[in-house]
């Protein structure tokens, strides 16, 4: 089985910084690809990044790829979301995922259908 577990959340000021880890455990060695995504209170959940764990290849949302970084380490099991020049619209529950499945474009993995596993999530508030 594969757990996830999301931190680094808290209350930062717009134009602020901070940096989400999210540590995997379990059968690691399945992975294809790790996620961040995001929920805002009354919307859908929406991706965020995307890296491929083995290449580190990374895909991002169009309107965030000039703010927010995903990283990973294979050794720590942990993948990072750095984000920067926070907006009040960043504000969120940040969850991380985790794909097994090969094969699929960056088009399907920016889809929530694209992951099998889920962290419970990690609470971003952006003040302005």
């Known amino acids: 089985q594969v757990q996830l577990v999301e931190s680094g959340g808290g209350l930062v000021q717009a134009g602020g910084s901070l940096r989400l880890s999210c540590v995997a455990s379990g059968r690691t060695f399945s992975f294809y690809t790790l996620a961040w995504f995001r929920r805002a209170p009354g919307k859908e959940r929406e991706h965020v990044a995307g890296i491929t764990w083995s290449t580190g290849m990374t895909d991002y949302a169009d309107s965030l790829k000039d703010r927010f970084t995903i990283s990973k380490d294979n050794a720590k099991n942990t993948v990072y979301l750095q984000m920067n020049s926070l907006k009040p619209e960043d504000t969120a529950l940040y969850y991380c995922?985790?794909?097994?499945?090969?094969?699929?474009?960056?088009?399907?993995?920016?889809?929530?259908?694209?992951?099998?596993?889920w962290g419970q999530g990690t609470q971003v508030t952006v003040s302005s």
């Open positions: 995922a985790a794909s097994t499945k090969f094969g699929l474009s960056w088009f399907a993995l920016r889809l929530v259908s694209g992951y099998e596993y």
